[in-house]
C-alpha cells in the first residue's frame, strides 16, 4: 500500500494573512507531494511497504537517508496540516492546558520556549510540543526531516504540535523574518486536534 498525499480539510487561502495561499499550494502540493513520492521509491519492494509511516519513523536508524529524509517529510507534513487551520489560535483549554501550566511553567514560558526551539534552529528543521516516555509535556526541535519518534532523535516523545521552519514554509510572504511566522503561526494553531493528540498520546 503506497503512502499518500492526504489532502486538506481547508483550502489553501484559508489560512491568510498568517500563511499566504501560494505557500501553502506550494507546500503541500509541491515539497509534501515529493516526499511522498520519494518515499513510495526508496521502500519499493523492501518490508517497510507494509509498515505504517510511524513504525518507520520509529526504527528509521535500520534504513537509508531517503527513507529518512522523505519519510520524515511525510509524516511531518502530514501532522502539520492538522494542528493548522483557519479562525483558529488562541489558547487550548482542558487537560492539555492544565498540563501546560503544571509541566511547562504556564503558558507564556511554554510559547517562549517553543519559539526559542523554532527560532534558533539552524538552517532547516522543525520545532515540537511533545509527549514524552514519562508522559510529560516537552519542547524541543529536530533538523531537516527529523522528528521525535525517531530513534535517532536527541528528544524522543510522540509529537503532538510541530512547526515546520524550513524556508519554503515562509519565504515568499516572509522573507528571512522566520520569527515573523513563528509568530503568526500561533493564529492559526487548531487546539482542538493538538488536544485530541495529547489524550491519544497519555
Ligand atoms: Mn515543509
Redesign the pocket.
Known amino acids: 500500500m503506497a503512502f499518500e498525499l492526504p489532502k486538506l480539510t481547508y483550502g489553501y487561502n484559508e489560512l491568510e494573512p498568517h500563511i499566504d495561499a501560494r505557500t501553502m499550494e506550494i507546500?503541500h502540493s509541491k515539497?509534501?507531494n515529493a516526499y511522498v513520492t520519494n518515499l513510495n521509491a526508496a521502500i519499493a519492494g523492501t518490508d517497510a511497504e507494509t509498515k505504517s509511516i510511524e513504525e518507520i519513523c520509529k526504527t528509521i536508524s535500520k534504513y537509508p537517508a531517503p527513507v529518512r529524509n522523505n519519510g520524515g517529510?511525510h509524516f511531518?507534513?502530514s501532522l502539520?496540516w492538522t494542528v493548522i487551520g483557519p479562525n483558529k489560535g488562541g489558547q487550548p483549554t482542558g487537560k492539555l492546558m492544565d498540563a501546560i501550566t503544571n509541566e511547562l511553567s504556564g503558558w507564556d514560558k511554554f510559547k517562549e520556549d517553543f519559539n526559542k526551539a523554532a527560532t534558533t534552529r539552524f538552517g532547516s528543521g522543525w520545532a515540537w510540543l511533545c509527549v514524552d516516555g514519562a508522559k510529560k509535556l516537552c519542547v524541543c526541535s529536530t533538523p531537516n526531516q527529523d522528528n521525535p519518534l525517531m530513534d535517532v532523535a536527541d528528544t524522543k516523545g510522540t509529537p503532538i504540535m510541530g512547526l515546520?521552519v524550513?524556508e519554503?514554509?515562509y519565504y515568499l510572504n516572509y522573507q528571512n523574518r522566520r520569527p515573523d511566522y513563528i509568530n503568526a503561526f500561533w493564529n492559526v494553531v487548531n487546539w482542538d486536534e493538538v488536544s485530541r493528540r495529547y489524550e491519544e498520546a497519555l
Do not use: S, T, V
Open positions: 507546500h515539497h509534501h517529510g511531518n507534513h502539520f515546520d524550513w519554503h514554509a
